[in-house]
Nanobody, 124 residues
Framework: VQLQASGGGLVQAGDSLRLSCAAS????????MGWFRQNPGTGREFVGT????????LIANSVKGRFTISADNAKNTVYLQMNSLKPEDTAVYYC??????????????????WGQGTQVTVSS
């Protein structure tokens, strides 16, 4: 599966931003999707994950209550809605896919397809 992330930018603290991840390829719906973020010199941090054609999502505690994940199943596009952004949310955000709808994956090593990343910068 191929992933294309978009929607990053420079915003102020308290603003909202929505990232998109367009998935293409064979059997997209057989995958589960995840969002991660990363700053230079650090590992990729789990943000959330979802399954196509369900309402099920899992959001990391660090962003719970501010970030949500949704999807347009017809467009094979996953969204990361980020509200009440803080400077510490600044990072490159990646979408990813792993080949199981049953296993809950929160580690980057469990994902085998990655988008190119989109920069989110939150100014104070």
């Amino acid at each position: 599966v191929q992933l294309q992330a978009s929607g990053g930018g420079l915003v102020q603290a308290g603003d909202s931003l929505r990232l998109s991840c367009a998935a293409s390829g064979r059997a997209v719906k057989a995958y589960s999707m995840g969002w991660f973020r990363q700053n230079p010199g650090t590992g990729r941090e789990f943000v959330g994950t979802m399954r196509w054609n369900t309402d099920w999502t899992l959001i990391a505690n660090s962003v719970k209550g501010r970030f949500t994940i949704s999807a347009d199943n017809a467009k094979n596009t996953v969204y990361l809605q980020m509200n009440s952004l803080k400077p510490e949310d600044t990072a490159v955000y990646y979408c990813a896919a792993h080949g199981s709808r049953l296993r809950v994956a929160t580690s980057p090593g469990e994902y085998n397809s990655w988008g190119q990343g989109t920069q989110v910068t939150v100014s104070s």
